[in-house]
């Protein structure tokens, strides 16, 4: 959109809904807590619990929309000062699952 010559500056006026140009990246990698591993609370008798579902993680649909392939280095309650042990679990820092771009949204400290 063009507005008295001058290019349009509002992000929103043309939204994407392909994923625009975030495909070139073909490998990303999210690090984080619940935010980035889809975590779900369950109720079962009584006892509250949380489990990571993966393919529900806002890193899965950005896969599923760009045509990526998006490894999850995350888990519910995650900090980076956990971080390091972690990653050995997830194999976040071997050669096959290196990726060409990282999305770290991850806490210092833990919440609760």
């Given at each position: ?12 006026a043309?939204?994407k809904?392909?994923g ?59 900090t ?9 679990h ?15 949204f ?7």
């Open positions: 959109m063009k507005k008295d010559g001058a290019a349009d500056k509002n992000p929103l043309e939204i809904t392909d625009g140009f975030t495909s070139i990246l073909g490998t990303v990698g999210c690090i984080g807590d619940s935010l980035s591993s889809g975590e779900h609370e369950y109720l079962y008798n009584g006892n509250k619990g949380y489990y990571d579902m993966y393919e529900y993680s806002w890193g899965q649909f950005l896969a599923r929309k760009c045509g990526l392939k998006v490894y999850n280095f995350s888990r519910g309650g995650l980076a000062k956990e971080f390091h042990k972690y990653a050995d997830t194999l976040a820092f071997y050669p096959d699952k290196l990726c060409r771009a990282y999305i770290i991850i806490p210092t400290v833990s919440a609760i």
